[in-house]
């Protein structure tokens, strides 16, 4: 039996990374092709594999693309809760999230934000899709008890997303940080 579990978890992690390495795959032709360019065929190219191991980790098209997209809901979620969890100004720290839209993390958020779009017409996409949503709102309910103003910094922080994404808006944090402080508070921020 001891010989077992080494092979086993040996064959796990492999299939782990495999999996892994399927969705980064996917998530580059979302951002090269947008989601129209996801088929099994493009990820396993892109992956360098067949494509019968994109259909053995995926059945459906819709897996994959839940997949790719809970991969950067996962992400965030991962951020929004350090900044929810540690102490400081968290207004500040979502906006430096915000503002990493305009930089490194532009092309990540790009393909999450069309496959959160295209989770209005596919379902299986929606409770990913929503995370981000959800997680903003957590955050703001570590400054607020009104649920409209929670609701407000949501919109407001998908706003701000969808206007640095669209080359509109400046990716300052100190100008973001400002916007959804005002949300919140109604007021611009002391100082």
């Known amino acids: 039996m001891g010989d077992e579990e080494p092979t086993t978890d040996g064959r796990r992690a492999r299939g782990q990374k495999r999996r892994a390495d399927i969705i980064d795959a996917t998530l580059t032709v979302v951002q090269r092709d947008g989601a129209a360019g996801v088929t099994h065929r493009t990820v396993a190219r892109e992956a360098g594999i067949p494509t019968s191991l994109t259909t053995y980790y995926f ?34 720290g979502l906006a430096e999230l ?7 993390g532009r092309e990540r958020a790009l393909a999450e934000r069309e496959l959160s779009t295209l989770a209005a017409r596919r379902p299986a996409l929606r409770p990913a899709a929503r995370r981000w949503r959800d997680n903003v709102a957590e955050l703001a309910r570590t400054r607020t008890s009104d649920p409209e103003a929670a609701e407000a910094l949501v919109a407001v922080a998908d706003g701000l997303c969808a206007a640095i994404l669209l080359g509109d808006d400046k990716a300052d944090p100190g100008r973001i940080h400002a916007v959804l402080i005002r949300t919140l508070d109604g007021k611009p921020p002391a100082g």
């Open 59 to 92: 059945a459906s098209l819709d897996d994959l693309l839940v997949a790719a997209l809970t991969s950067v809901a996962d992400a965030y979620t991962e951020r929004i809760r350090h900044i929810i969890d540690h102490d400081g100004d968290k207004l500040r």
């Open 98 to 104: 915000i503002a990493e839209t305009a930089g490194p």
